[in-house]
């Protein structure tokens, strides 16, 4: 039982799209992720500060808001944070180019286009990524 | 007196006989009486001849004389009529030779005066029918009076309303709202119009009669000077007919070296068939690019946005397929799969779509890398493979072992083949042939080749196939799938990268679609689509 609770792994979902955001969270906890939702950058922020255990982020790059989820990413990966190492999975449908290569370049473990990838896809790579980076 | 002496003698000799001789005597004296009064009288009648004689002698001597004179007249008379003879006999030769010639030209004459007579009777009918003639001249040259007095007034008439029209064209030509420019056969400004001096910054007086392709220099999308033989304004005067450049956008350099992006159309003036000059009408189109940028712009976001709904279409019936919501029936899986295949198409639509916005943005980002084509190639061989074994296509390919590594796209190079091998397949019928090869030409480029015996691009819309979202009317009923827009999006990456792409087709025997790639590519070209955007904000 022990191993199995070690073994499961809370993520953080920020996306605003409600039927998706349902769409993920049932497949991720059907996987055997603890999911939690966020549909801002600031609230994001606010659960990554106060639930400790988060062990990755599945992030949206068009968000309400002022801040994409670029702005998010560099302040993740900014000089000072804590979050430095955290994994970063960019699900959008923003797939422009520039984008990718500036989410590349401050260094997200994946970028995934949504309407490009089949859910159960992106699931099954996010957990052989963390299963990879626990070896 | 001889009778006298003979009769005394006789009377002494006979006596007797005196008596009777007396008697005799006196008959004879009688006699003789008479006689002597006889005599008196013929001798006064001799007298009067005597003097009658006289009288002639001395008229017989002045006749001599009047003879001998007369003799002498005649004597110089005869020499005159000998030497008058003379003359006469060299005067009747000559006439004799005249009277030849005259019978001659007599002859001459008559023929003539046959001819003159035919001539005479030709000129009366001539006469006659100028008669005629004359006559109805006389009326018609009435009318033509009449007429001419008419047409004076219209002409007047029209001269005036002429007037009006050539100062209201004047008008119109100088207040078209695009620069209008005419040039003559070498080129140099005939007139230029308002906009155009609006626009360029020149007044007519500084450039009238100067070369248009000199005082306007002309740069394409890349900054280069276009040549003076490239000029559209040349090679119209040289004979091609009518070129406009409204897909081949360029700049026009202002007075002040400043420019803006210019549309324009150009075509000759000809006059009784010949090249007399040309006019170039253009505008600027800064507005219009904004706008068309505008419009990409607003197909990215709407594509960016119609994939959020399409991502969760796709999603839930994976998710329903998957058996996340509980089984499903065979009935419902088919259903299902059914409303995921529609919704993966609708997704490689919007892609679609957004490849295309890019390109127009320029924001299509190239990442070249040495690229193997042939086995680019044979991936999408591979992938088509289903669809061409389903449709008993016979494929067949050769591909030169000299093929070097190209530094290009590979993902974007996949899109070019992947583009024409899927028209080659999906616009073949059943049993029909596909057939690929690659070899080097020049040893500096790629020349692919893909042919088909497929439908065939219709002749009348050949020249529109590149065109975005346009397709064949011969395919539009057969398949329903295509956008429209590979070629369009396929020739743009192959331009891109210094290449050409271009087909020959004739409908229902195939097409043949070539590309070629140079191994390096020149550098002008560079990310062309980017500069354009990237110009036109300037």
């Known amino acids: 039982m022990k191993d199995k609770l070690k073994m499961t792994k809370t993520i953080l979902v920020i996306e605003d799209e409600r039927p998706l955001i349902q769409a993920i969270q049932t497949k991720l906890e059907s996987n055997g992720f603890i999911v939690v939702t966020a549909r801002t950058i600031d609230q994001g922020l606010d659960y990554l500060e ?31 944070s804590k979050w430095a190492k955290m994994p970063i999975f960019i699900v959008s449908n923003t797939a422009s180019s520039g984008n990718v290569r500036s989410y590349m370049s401050l260094g997200v473990s994946k970028y995934c286009v949504k309407a490009e990838h089949r859910l159960d896809q992106i699931v099954k790579d996010l957990k052989a990524f963390l299963d990879d980076s626990e070896k | 007196m001889k009778p006298d002496k003979r009769t005394d003698t006789l009377a002494d000799g006979i006596a007797r006989k005196l008596e009777a001789l007396a008697n005799e005597k006196e008959g004879i004296r009688r006699k003789l009486v008479v006689t002597a009064k006889q005599l008196a009288v013929t001798a006064k009648e001799k007298e009067s001849t005597r003097r009658k004689l006289v009288v002639t002698a001395k008229q017989l001597a002045v006749t001599a004389k009047e003879k001998e004179s007369t003799r002498r007249k005649l004597e110089v008379t005869a020499k005159q009529l000998a030497v008058t003879a003379k003359e006469k006999e060299s005067t009747r030769r000559k006439l004799v030779v005249t009277a030849k010639t005259l019978a001659v030209t007599a002859k001459e004459k008559e023929s003539t005066r046959r001819k003159l007579e035919v001539t005479a009777k030709q000129l009366a009918v001539t006469a006659k029918e100028k008669e005629s003639a004359r006559r109805k001249l006389v009326v018609t040259a009435e009318k033509l009076k009449s007429l001419y007095e008419t047409l004076e007034k219209k002409v007047s008439e029209r001269t005036k309303d002429l007037e009006q029209i050539r100062s209201k064209s004047e008008a119109i030509l100088a207040s078209i709202g695009d620069g209008l420019v005419v040039v003559d056969k070498e080129g140099r400004i005939n007139y230029i119009n308002k906009s155009f001096e609006e626009m360029l910054g020149w007044k007519a007086e500084e450039i009238i ?13 890349h900054g280069t000077k276009v040549s003076f033989k490239e000029r559209i304004l040349t090679q119209v005067l040289s004979g091609e007919k009518f070129v406009a450049n409204l897909t081949n956008p360029f700049y026009y350099i202002r007075k002040d070296t400043s420019r803006f992006p210019t549309s324009s159309i150009v075509a000759p003036v000809i006059l009784d068939g010949k090249t007399v000059g040309a006019v170039e009408v253009f505008r600027d189109i800064t507005k219009e690019k904004e706008i068309d940028k505008a419009k990409t712009e607003f197909v990215s976001l709407a594509s960016h946005q119609l994939r959020t709904p399409l991502s969760t279409v796709n999603w839930y019936s994976e998710m329903l397929l998957a058996g996340d919501a509980g089984k499903v029936t065979p009935d419902q899986k088919k259903y299902l799969e059914e409303i995921y295949a529609g919704n993966q198409r609708m997704v490689e639509l919007v892609n679609t779509l957004l490849d295309v916005s890019r390109i127009e943005l320029g924001t299509l980002i190239i990442e070249s890398k040495p690229t193997n084509i042939v086995k680019l190639t044979q991936s999408v061989l591979d992938e088509h493979k289903l669809l061409i074994t389903e ?30 091998v899927s028209n080659a397949v999906k616009y073949t019928s059943d049993g029909g042939k596909i057939y690929i090869s690659t070899v080097m030409i020049d040893g500096s480029d790629i020349l692919m080749k893909i042919r088909d015996t497929g439908y065939g691009i219709p002749k009348d819309q050949q020249n529109k196939i590149f065109t975005k979202l346009f397709r064949a009317d011969n395919v539009i009923g057969k398949d329903t799938e295509g956008t429209g827009l590979g070629l369009y999006i396929a020739r743009s990456i192959v331009e891109q990268a210094g290449g050409k792409l271009w087909f020959d087709s004739t409908e229902n025997r195939g097409s043949i679609f070539y590309v070629t790639l140079p191994l390096h590519k020149p550098k002008k070209d560079n990310d062309a689509s980017a500069r354009l955007y990237q110009r036109s904000n300037n």
């Open chain 1, 50 to 80: 106060n639930i400790e255990k988060i062990d990755a982020i599945w992030l949206d790059h068009y968000l309400p808001g002022e801040k994409t989820g670029l702005d998010f990413v560099a302040y993740l990966k900014g000089p000072k």
């Open chain 2, 209 to 221: 009669g100067k070369s248009m392709v000199q005082v306007v220099p002309r740069e394409d999308i």
């Open chain 2, 391 to 420: 449709k008993r296509i016979i494929l067949t390919s050769s591909f030169s072992k000299k093929i070097p590594l190209i530094k290009t796209d590979p993902k974007l190079l996949r899109m070019v083949i992947q583009n024409i």
